[in-house]
């Protein structure tokens, strides 16, 4: 099964296009072990959700014991689901066949987000692993995305619009896929007409206050699919008590079901 395969029966499965970042802070989490926190949140969230996705540098941050707890947390995702390991990794060839190796050998993720900024023979190591899929980095959700991403060609094209130019052209193997925010509609709704079925991780919603319609209705490709709407924080902590798992699976509904109806719309 391809990622894409697995992306869309996870998807259908659970009614859901959205994917919840598993990125725990210490500062933020209630007074539990990163792993129970984690595996909580999965069991009250599987049925939500068309994928997770655990951001690397939080788990790094804690040394080996957060290397230990993401593997564990891996392990815990139903196997149906997919997990899109989140490192925005980039290097020279050599390198990045290291990095693809340690992702989808070693952690076993089902898809990584990779900075396209060196070029193809950066992202080559990974797009070999037909099975998986490749999330190049578009037009990314903070700020200072346009000090380089909005810079134009003599052709007076963006940045961000070459990589999703580029990015159509290397997906002979149909796993490639693009992260733009939804920060940026405008951005997200050219890259969907550049890009009409490729699948689309868009970050941004909740703390980084993107605007979730916009986000759907250009997301989504002309089934309502392959939008994946990424939230982390304002699910993970919708309460810090002991009920911090009910809190997610309330948050995660909602957020669903909108989601879902905004869906609908964008295809009718």
Wanted: charged letters at 25%; one cysteine or more.
């Amino acid at each position: 099964m391809t990622f894409v395969d697995k992306l869309l029966a996870a998807s259908r499965k659970n009614k859901s296009l959205l994917c919840i970042g598993l990125d725990p802070d210490p500062q933020l989490m209630p007074k539990v072990s990163l792993i129970d926190f984690n595996k909580a949140i999965i069991d009250a969230t599987a049925d939500m959700v068309c994928a997770y996705k655990p951001n690397l540098a939080f788990y790094e941050a804690l040394g080996i014991d957060g290397i230990k707890a993401l593997h564990k947390t891996v392990e815990h995702v139903p196997s149906h689901i997919p997990i899109i390991g989140d490192g925005k990794r980039g290097d020279i060839g050599n390198t990045a066949k290291a990095y693809a190796q340690a992702l989808f050998e070693v952690f076993d993720f089902d898809a990584a987000t990779v900075n396209p900024y060196l070029g193809f023979d950066s992202i080559e190591p990974f797009i070999v692993y037909v099975d998986k899929g490749v999330f190049l980095l578009c037009r990314t959700s903070n700020r200072g995305a346009t000090d380089f991403q909005s810079i134009a060609d003599a052709d007076g094209i963006p940045l961000y619009e070459s990589v999703a130019r580029k990015a159509e052209e290397w997906n002979v193997k149909g796993n490639i896929g693009l992260v733009v925010g939804a920060t940026y509609p405008e951005e997200l709704k050219q890259v969907r007409k550049l890009c009409p079925e490729m699948p689309l991780l868009i970050p941004g919603i909740g703390a980084q206050s993107g605007d979730l319609a916009a986000a759907v209705g250009y997301g989504v490709n002309c089934k309502g699919e392959k939008a994946i709407i990424a939230v982390s924080r304002q699910i993970l902590y919708a309460s810090q008590g002991k009920d911090f798992a009910e809190g997610a699976r309330r948050i995660a509904q909602e957020l669903r079901d909108k989601i879902n109806d905004l869906a609908r719309r964008a295809v009718h």
